[in-house]
């Protein structure tokens, strides 16, 4: 028995539409799942892609944020916003069945890709976890693309050893600073319509506020080390011109990262007691 068909015993026993908490508790009572219930979040991304894989032919519909419902029930009728979800289901025990990407996908265009990106930094979440995370994350984006800006300037014009070393670790730093930035927005936006569907409960939520926390802490560290680095070696008077460009441009990125993480502390500070 798969997930679906999980899901469809359970309507069927209820004769009622089903919220997917009460949908992965009484799975997780019949030993259909394991892990923790409040990893409610798995089993939704999980339900979820099962019905978009089996398509007109599911027997489950969404019918609301976080219901599910059986498609012949008269009342019953699928989303109209069947967008997927990035999430990784784990810890299911029932066989799922992965779904391959069509053939004739097509590669998003820059154009659609850039709007995209837009509208991941203008809309603002709704919990004050995620509205903490995406201020964090969006003044990320914005440095590394700065950075981006700046090591393209260094490399269109006339420049010595050292501002060539310099360009290359803007360049580097920036593209990997705005990718991550990018993929947290993304990752963010999602938990927060999650959480305003009632998907992720409090014990959920709590569990991402403690990754989110560390994930910050690990930035921090390696922008203390980045700095260290930096000093080492651009204050050497013995390394090549090169080697000190690229030293100050890690000095910059790890001062930047220590500087973004006592911001955020500060400006929430009060949450936090």
Request: no cysteine.
């Amino acid at each position: 028995m798969n997930l679906l068909e999980a899901a469809e015993r359970l309507l069927r026993e209820a004769q009622e539409p089903l919220h997917v908490r009460e949908i992965a508790a009484r799975a997780a009572e019949r030993g259909l799942i394991s892990g923790p219930a409040h990893s409610i979040d798995l089993v939704y991304a999980g339900l979820r892609r099962a019905i978009e894989g089996a398509g007109e032919g599911s027997p489950v519909v969404q019918a609301g944020p976080g219901a599910f419902a059986l498609r012949e029930w008269p009342a019953a009728a699928p989303r109209a916003d069947t967008e997927s979800r990035p999430e990784t289901v784990t810890r299911i025990t029932v066989e799922i069945e992965q779904e391959e990407a069509p053939a004739e996908a097509m590669p998003l265009a820059p154009q659609t890709i850039g709007a995209h990106i837009v509208s991941l930094v203008r809309e603002q979440p709704e919990h004050p976890l995620f509205a903490r995370v995406h201020a964090y994350l969006r003044g990320l984006l914005g440095w590394g693309a700065l950075n981006v800006l700046g090591g393209l300037a260094l490399v269109f014009r006339p420049r010595s050893s050292m501002a060539a070393g310099l360009s290359s670790a803007l360049l580097d730093w920036g593209a990997a600073q705005a990718a991550l930035a990018v993929v947290g927005l993304e990752q963010v936006q999602n938990e927060d319509r999650d959480a305003a569907d009632g998907i992720l409960d409090e014990p959920a939520i709590a569990e991402r506020r403690a990754w989110y926390r560390q994930a910050a802490d690990a930035l921090a560290a390696a922008g203390a080390v980045a700095t260290i680095l930096g000093l080492v070696f651009g204050l050497s008077g013995r390394q090549r011109a090169r080697t000190r460009g690229r030293a100050l441009g890690i000095l910059t990125q790890g001062s930047f990262l220590i500087t973004l993480s006592l911001v955020d502390r500060l400006l929430h500070r009060p949450n936090e007691e």
